[in-house]
């Protein structure tokens, strides 16, 4: 009997291998496409990004310019503000209202101040009064006394006179009595020793002292004019006085202290005579002796401007009520000390000058436009703080869009 047995079919296993492949190809390939598109997702999304943060950080640098710009303008303005307020200064030196007229003896100030030296009558100073009083211009031809170019309360004058006082009290009086020598050798004229080192009483300002019944005793200051170190800045342009052109003071803020009249040194006048070349370098007695006594000693309207002022006060400091102080860290109190050897009177309170009015006119005006050039520099901050706020909020976005591609990436 034949029997029937039908065929089992049995599957080929290299055709499920070939179909296997194709599965794993085509999901790859999706995958891979994904993978691309989630790559260019990442880089476009990151480009954006920057493209973005640097049109901020543009906007950012242009409100800085901005407020460089503005500040530089500032600065300008409060230079001229100040150099205008520094030439009416000495109008406003006094509590007493600025008249059109004031005729005061400069003559009789300077009488005034040779007078109260000769009251010290044994002090090397009075020496040399009594001695010129006497003798006149043969007292200046003498060997010993030849090269004595003063004493330095009659070598300065002042507008006002209770800046005068203010300054002479600064000094004090043995300053204020001390011999002006333009040489060395003038100063070694004045006194002789012997041998044992001691004073030769019969010789140089001693021998004269003398002479006219007036032994001088004690000690006494002598300045020897080409022996001092001269201010070696830049002078005032077109001004007879040459006075010094010195770097004005400045908070911290940046702002000129409020209540700033100018610098001691330059509120001294000068006779033309001594203003120029009395040293054999060429050197005059305000960039000399005046530099040397008052170097940038500071002058305030009132004591609580100059207090205010004290981040920028160098070299001392006075104001026109009293205030003193005499170097950073010295402060003087108590009353005021009365010395009778002052600078004397330059010519009473200065008339006005002509545009005195349109000086004043153009202050109010120039302040104006400071105060405008404040508004536009706060605008200008509030700006760029808003700016800087998107710029790091931006920036951190980035940043985090960055660290999720780098971790996409890694797996």
Request: glycine content about 8%; charged content about 25%.
């Amino acid at each position: 009997l034949s029997i029937y047995t039908p065929a089992l079919s049995v599957p080929d296993p290299s055709l499920k291998h070939v179909g296997q492949n194709d599965s794993s190809t085509i999901a790859k390939g999706a995958m891979e496409n994904g993978a691309i598109c989630n790559a260019e997702s990442i880089v476009f999304k990151s480009e954006k990004l920057q493209d973005d943060l640097h049109m901020i950080g543009l906007k950012l640098k242009q409100h800085e310019e901005n407020i460089k710009f503005l500040k530089t303008q500032k600065n300008s303005l409060d230079e001229s503000i100040l150099d205008l307020q520094v030439a009416l200064g000495k109008y406003h030196s006094t509590s007493v209202p600025v008249t059109q007229s004031e005729d005061l003896s400069c003559a009789k100030s300077e009488e005034e101040t040779v007078e109260h030296i000769l009251r010290h009558e044994k002090s090397a100073a009075g020496i040399l009064c009594q001695l010129k009083t006497r003798h006149g211009t043969q007292a200046s031809h003498m060997r010993w006394t030849k090269d004595v170019l003063g004493i330095v309360a009659t070598l300065g004058q002042v507008d006002d006179d209770n800046l005068s006082r203010l300054l002479s009290e600064y000094l004090g009086l043995e300053t204020m009595l001390a011999v002006v020598c333009k040489t060395y050798d003038g100063v070694k004229a004045l006194e002789t020793y012997d041998k044992e080192g001691s004073i030769n009483r019969s010789a140089g300002l001693h021998g004269l002292a003398a002479s006219i019944g007036r032994p001088l005793d004690g000690r006494f200051q002598v300045f020897c004019l080409e022996n001092l170190r001269a201010y070696a800045g830049e002078f005032v342009a077109d001004d007879p006085q040459r006075r010094l052109d010195l770097l004005k003071p400045r908070l911290p803020s940046g702002e000129h202290p409020p209540g700033f009249l100018g610098f001691a040194v330059n509120m001294i006048y000068v006779d033309s005579t001594n203003a120029f070349c009395l040293t054999k370098d060429g050197h005059g007695l305000r960039e000399t002796l005046f530099y040397h006594l008052f170097s940038r000693l500071q002058v305030y309207r009132t004591r609580g401007d100059m207090l205010q002022a004290l981040p920028c006060v160098s070299d001392g400091a006075l104001s026109l009520d009293g205030g003193m102080i005499r170097s950073t860290g010295v402060f003087s109190l108590g009353l005021r000390e009365q010395i009778d050897v002052k600078f004397p009177k330059s010519s009473g309170i200065p008339k006005l000058p002509e545009n005195y009015f349109e000086t004043e006119k153009r202050i109010k005006e120039m302040k104006w436009q400071k105060e405008r050039m404040v508004e536009d520099m706060q605008r200008e901050q509030y700006m760029l703080d808003h700016v800087k706020r998107s710029y790091e909020v931006k920036k951190e976005e980035l940043l985090k869009f960055l660290a999720q591609g780098s971790a996409y990436s890694a797996q």
